[in-house]
């Protein structure tokens, strides 16, 4: 029996659009077409990740962890969003819907006849 409103990949949504996100952020960092100062953001985000000291120490339980969580999630989108947006169209569309993706014409049609 099911509940209506439920999540049907039984709450691992968001863990897959946060692997998702992931893989998206690693094609972009290894495509030549992204500029170089762009990349620099995702080696910042772990220094941060891995130095000692931080915003919130780590020793404090969760949300010392979190914090460093939270850079690095932040650094993700905004890498993201400094990137060419047309290259990040062209791997979410190649993580959607894989290696077909090249195959896929982005089009608009009109209906000249309606028939009855």
Known sequence: ?????????????????????????????LDARVPLWTKFIMPLSWVYFIFPFDLIPDIIPVAGQMDDLGILLLAMTLFVKLCPSDIVQYYMDKLEYGDGADDIIDSTYKVLKDQD
């Open 1 to 29: 029996m099911t509940m209506q409103g439920s999540d049907p990949d039984g709450g691992l949504g968001f863990i897959v659009e946060i692997i998702k996100r992931f893989r998206l952020v690693w094609l972009l960092f």
